[in-house]
């Protein structure tokens, strides 16, 4: 047989999958499930996006192997969006690069710094490519806690000597997947000061800045002072615009990493299909109006979903972020046995905290993505099991 390399062999378990199976087996047998494990949307992307798409692929220049960087009609989108967003001004020649996804571009970042022995850092629970892409390039995660009596935060302080002077890269997310989690700029001078002081990389993970409620705008940890010397944040279409299968995101912020990312890049694809460019750069610069009514909807199903389980009794946080419900198990079991028993008592799906990291264990996670509709039947149903 054949022997899997020892980084793949490293890598966690990938629980989902087995979530996935389970799922399928239960909807072969008939079963009505209500799926609120995956982080995916439920709407559809946006008419004049698709329009756009169409559009570009009749055309037989967008056909051959687009350029490494980007177009620069692209990048020139992403500078004016973050312009007009977090008032920042971004060079569109070496400080953008256009990405198949923000996954990709996370999960290869570590390959540009990290030697064998190197460690990054990473929060716990956590989105799995941070501690998948370090392993992959032959470095080693160390976890950081992320613990509600911190507000879910890191505590850097705790992060012992002996770690810091191997450690190259820190990775932060907020909003956070999967705790819904935010931050604020007083955390990311904090951030950038001891990145300063470590000789660290910070590389933020801002895929849900503008899925947020009640009027609150998520910061860019781009915008403290200082941010552009350590570090490059990561951005996603996918959430924003309901295009996750599409796969387009960017990386933005110091050019060094900018250009170290491009090169890891330029040996493994040979960029994104210049029609989904195309319309990457009509969900950016196109009409806004449908990103307030995503806010709108996701709100009204999160007070939906929070006032459902506090009537069960539960404690849960509404978040003022992310399309994400996480919270401590109301019960005294593990989050694995706690979602097979959502599963097989309420034909409910929702994701075990532990399936993003130890530190995730004691919480279950719930997507909003079905209509208040499905959610109020999904707490009908857990009213008659607990
Ligand atoms: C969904 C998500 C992304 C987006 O990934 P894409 O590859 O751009 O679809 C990035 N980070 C986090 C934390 C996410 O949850």
């Known amino acids: 047989m054949f022997k899997l390399s020892k980084k793949l062999q490293e890598l966690p378990p990938y629980l989902f999958l087995e979530i996935d199976k389970a799922k399928r087996k239960a909807r072969s047998q008939g079963r009505d499930i209500i799926d ?7 709407q559809p992307t946006p008419k004049n996006i698709i329009d756009k798409l169409y559009q570009a692929a009749q055309d037989p220049a967008t056909h051959k192997y687009a350029l490494d960087q980007g177009m620069p009609v692209l990048r020139k989108a992403i500078s004016d969006w973050y312009k007009q967003r977090f008032n920042l001004e971004l060079n569109t020649d070496n400080e953008i690069l256009p990405l198949i996804g923000s996954k990709e571009g996370i999960a290869h970042f570590p390959l540009a710094f990290l030697n064998p022995g190197d460690y990054s850092l990473v929060p716990d629970p956590c989105y799995p490519p941070y501690k998948g892409g370090t392993i992959l390039a032959g470095g080693k995660p160390y976890l950081m806690p992320l613990l509600e009596a911190n507000n879910f935060l890191p505590d850097l302080g705790k992060i012992p000597a002996g770690i810091l002077k191997k450690a190259k890269i820190l990775f932060i997310n907020y909003p956070n997947n999967p705790t819904g989690r935010c931050a604020e700029k007083s955390f990311y001078q904090d951030v950038v000061r001891f990145a300063q002081k470590k000789r660290l990389i910070v590389v933020s993970d801002l895929a849900y ?27 996603s279409l996918s959430k924003t615009y309901n295009m996750t299968g599409w796969r387009v995101g960017w990386a933005c912020g110091n050019p060094q990493l900018v250009a170290a990312l491009a ?14 460019q195309i319309a990457a750069v009509e969900a950016l610069t196109g009409p806004q109006d449908y990103v307030d009514k995503m806010r709108q909807l996701y709100q009204g199903r999160r007070d939906c979903l929070v006032n459902g389980l506090r009537s069960l009794g539960w404690q849960v946080e509404p978040p003022k972020a992310t399309f994400y419900v996480w919270f401590r198990i109301p019960k005294k079991i593990d989050s694995i046995k706690f979602a097979g028993m ?17 530190y995730g264990e004691g919480y279950i ?8 509709d499905r959610i109020k039947e999904a707490i009908e149903r857990l009213r008659k099991v607990f």
Request: aromatic share 8%.
């Open 36 to 42: 609120i494990g995956i982080g995916d949307p439920d």
């Open 209 to 235: 800045s503008e899925m947020s409620y009640d009027g609150y705008r998520p910061p860019s940890f781009l915008e403290v002072e200082g941010a552009r010397e350590v570090g490059i944040e990561f951005h």
């Open 263 to 276: 090169k890891v890049k330029s040996n493994i694809d040979s960029g994104i299909f210049s029609a989904i």
């Open 342 to 358: 959502l599963l097989e008592k309420a034909d409910i799906v929702a994701t075990p905290g532990v399936g993003f990291g130890k």
């Open 365 to 372: 996670r719930m997507a909003l993505t079905v209509s208040e």
